[in-house]
């Protein structure tokens, strides 16, 4: 009697195992998929996200993008398993799918560099200021850089690919780091230009 009720406990333990596994949504390995001939490029699942690392034959076919999970529900599947006598729905990634998304979101990148340009009037307002006084720009700067474009300032040049959620996700993420980078090389260069102003006025006060 002992012997059962040992074989079921671990017969349940068992059981418990599988039905934790069979319940996570995603796969927790590193996968790999062939995108260009010279190097594989590779995608991590995570219940939240996805982790998408792209090595092409150029810059315009290489990128590291992190997707949420819950935009990415077109390229996945749904399946159920038998856990416990139970149906338990199984979702799992097409691998083969992947190619699709890296395309959208290389296209997503390669448009964004080409069409958004609201980032100028940023850009230039954090250069004026802070040519002027350094530190009241931060105040311009900051904001600025940690806020997303909004929607009509993006610059999109299909307004149909609102509606794929991929493809604007990655569009204004790209658009957002552009924006960020230009306006603290902006922030940097005023700041130059602001110390040699006083560098020069204090050297022309001195002679």
Known sequence: ????????????????????KAQDPFSARAASFRFDPARKSNYFLKET????NLYGKDAMHT????????????????????????????????????RYVADICLKAKTDCRQYYKMWKASTFGTL???????????????PASLTPPRIENLGLSDVDMLEDELYFHTYRKE????????????YGIGFGIHVGILFGIISAVAN
């Open 49 to 52: 996200e996805l982790k998408l």
């Open 175 to 186: 658009a957002k780091r552009l924006k960020s980078k230009r306006i603290w090389t902006a």
């Open 1 to 20: 009697m002992k012997r059962i009720r040992l074989f079921l406990a671990l017969a349940g333990i068992l059981c418990a195992c599988m039905t934790a």
């Open 63 to 98: 990128g590291k993008f992190t997707l949420p999970s819950n935009i990415l529900y077109r390229y996945q599947y749904t399946d159920t398993a038998s856990v416990l006598g139970h149906v338990a729905p199984l979702v799992m990634a097409i691998p083969g799918d992947f």
């Open 128 to 142: 004026f200021f802070t040519i002027v006084n350094p530190v009241a720009s931060l105040s311009v700067a900051v």
